[in-house]
């Protein structure tokens, strides 16, 4: 959720847009609807569906405005409702290409309510929906790339490509949760009432639909905006046969549109309470079309979580149910699957960066959004637009940004080293400590693929008599995404059941530092080093910020050097040491 001060920033940026004083992104579309009774739910608010077809307008009207073509839905990310609108208040959507890739890209989306007798504005979700352009020729479209102009675009172009990797993954990520040892015990320990249980066949629902002309939308395919509104219509039917009341939607896994339909296509949505827990229900839902005589052509699915609320907007609690043998065992499981997910992501993504660092425990299970907050916590501090510079000492420059209670620094320099070869060299963090006096030690401790380790990193002690630090790291490397992006190396702190503090050392935690390597021409590269210092960082370096030290400089020299000494002879990248055997039973438990 957006703080205060952000989203009265973002309507800053609105105003100042509307006044033509800011610059506007080319993509950028507006709607503005104001909730009529026809709109409206039978609370009086906006009906989830009718939202979701005015989002899809919008988004697919900027996504054609930025590859002056056709284009369709693809995907909708995970989509999170904050609050509700009422009828009579006026719902503000704003849609906005993010990046392009070869013949797809991503539409960020917010939809903001405006009172229109208070004047109060609040946001209601955010989304990200891929759409994908059509030519009406034979050839396949290449789109022309995104160029952000502002710090908050260039942001959001960065992690595009880190959510574009976080979809593409999203399958085996459900895949191996489901495999991993742990969660199937705790699936088996799970206590149910089976007197109170309610059977899932009461909760199924399935309604077909005609396509009409109406349904279509200007390439003659039915509207995206109009399936996934039908399905949330029966979803919500298959959450109030459970709870005998109305249910107000929370939250939206992601829409995956596998195919299109046409008018005249016969629509079969089905949905069913896949699992409930204490206080919300998870309901599966999917499209399928036919025409004729063919058989069924599946359409879209997604999982939508309900509540129900008593008179006072607190959730009320909900019957457990009971699932039906096999098909519905699965749904059941996989239920509980998606709400893990949903609860790491949404505790990794609250550990603000404002706040007193955390290490958020790792473990198989939320591994993808670990490295994806960890990836976007570096691009963010590095798109930063207030660095200023602090000292500089031969081609060396250190730069630092003070925001509220946090320090930023950034050291960086350009040499005679091509940009892939150092990324392969600074990614291996075992062999740091033959460049960076602050490294004794770093040990590799679990590979989690081939992009992204866990490290235990010892320091040394700053203070006379002070205890050695160490640090359980989690380096996440990433290769350009396109031409004129950087090499990333990012790395934060984690915890690890195995590797506890031990007696002896101070645990350290590093809330976001890292890398980014760009390619000033083939011969030559920009290296930048980049940490938000947290409180067992900032006695390392405090004499260099302060102007009293320059040993920032002695160290990026012997950084320069361990680079140039091995240009050619460059390893493959793989840690020098393997993993302990408990290690490696974590990661395949």
């Known amino acids: 959720m957006a703080s205060k001060s ?27 609807q104001i909730v009529l009774p ?32 056709l284009c369709v839905t693809a995907s909708v990310d995970d989509i999170y409702f904050e609050h509700t609108i ?18 797809s890209m991503e539409v960020g989306i917010e939809v903001i309510c405006e009172d229109l007798y208070s004047g109060r504005h609040w946001r209601v979700c955010q989304a990200f929906a891929t759409f994908v352009a059509r030519r009406t020729d034979a050839n396949k479209a290449q789109l022309k790339q995104v160029v952000p102009c502002t710090q908050q675009e260039q942001v959001e172009h960065s992690l595009a490509a880190e ?17 991993n040892k742990t969660f199937q015990r705790s699936i088996s320990e799970e206590n149910r009432d089976e007197d109170e249980a309610v059977p899932t066949e009461k909760t199924q629902v399935e309604s077909v639909e005609l396509v009409l002309p109406p349904h279509a939308n200007h390439q003659v395919n039915t509207f995206g905006g109009q399936i996934m509104a039908w399905m949330e219509n029966v979803a919500t039917i298959a959450a109030s046969r459970l709870c005998n009341a109305h249910p107000t939607l929370r939250t939206i896994d992601m829409f995956h549109f596998r195919g299109p339909s046409q008018v005249g296509d016969r629509l079969v949505l089905k949905a069913i309470v896949n699992n409930t827990f204490k206080n919300s229900m998870e309901v599966g839902v999917c499209a399928e079309a036919y025409h004729g005589e063919e058989p069924l052509r599946h359409i879209n699915s997604a999982f939508m979580t309900f509540e129900v609320l008593d008179d006072k907007g607190r959730p009320r609690p909900l019957p457990p149910i009971k699932p039906e043998p096999q098909e519905g065992q ?93 990324f392969t060299l600074l990614s291996d963090l075992s062999r740091r400590q033959e460049w960076d006096e602050h490294y004794t030690l770093c040990e590799p401790l679990i590979r989690v693929n081939e992009d992204d380790y866990i490290y235990r990193v010892v320091t040394p002690s700053v203070s ?18 396109d031409s004129g992006d950087p090499y990333v190396i990012a790395l934060r702190s984690v915890a690890l ?53 320059s040993s920032f400089y002695s160290n990026f020299r012997a950084c320069s050097q361990y680079l140039l000494d091995n240009i050619v002879s460059t390893p493959t990248f793989t840690p020098s040491t393997s993993r302990p055997a408990a290690a490696a039973g974590l990661n395949s438990s």
């Open 38 to 69: 026809c709109h409206a739910n039978h609370c009086g608010e906006l009906s989830i569906g009718q939202l979701l077809k005015w989002m899809d307008c919008t988004a697919c009207l900027s996504a054609e405005r930025h590859a002056g073509c």
């Open 464 to 481: 006379e008599g002070g205890k050695v630090q160490d640090f359980i790291l989690l380096a996440s490397r990433r290769p350009p995404c």
């Open 163 to 179: 959510r574009r990797r976080m979809r593409l993954i999203h399958h085996d990520t459900m895949q191996d949760l489901l495999n």
């Open 86 to 103: 009422g009828v009579g208040q006026v719902v503000n959507i704003k849609a906005k290409v993010n990046r392009a890739f070869n013949s």
């Open 497 to 549: 059941p195995t590797h506890p503090p031990t007696e002896g050392f101070n645990r350290g935690e590093v809330v976001c530092a890292g890398f980014t390597i760009y390619e000033v021409s083939k011969s030559v590269s920009k290296i930048s080093y980049y940490n938000q210092a947290s409180p067992e960082v900032m006695p390392y370096i405090s004499t260099d910020i302060a102007g009293l030290s």
């Open 330 to 422: 699965r749904r059941y499981q996989e239920a509980l699957a998606r709400k893990k997910i949903r609860l790491d992501r949404k505790y990794i993504i609250s550990c603000k960066q404002t706040e007193v660092p955390l290490s958020v425990p790792w473990d198989p299970s939320n591994q993808v959004y670990l490295s994806y907050n960890n990836v976007s916590a570096l691009k963010m501090l590095a798109a930063k637009n207030n660095w200023e510079l602090s000292s500089k000492k031969g081609h060396v420059s250190l730069y630092t940004v003070e925001e509220s209670q946090s320090l930023c620094f950034r050291v960086e320099f350009e040499m005679d080293v091509p940009a892939q070869r150092a």
């Open 6 to 32: 952000e989203l009265k920033n973002d309507l800053h940026d609105l105003h100042l847009e509307d006044k033509g004083q800011q610059h506007r992104n080319p993509s950028e579309v507006k709607m503005s």
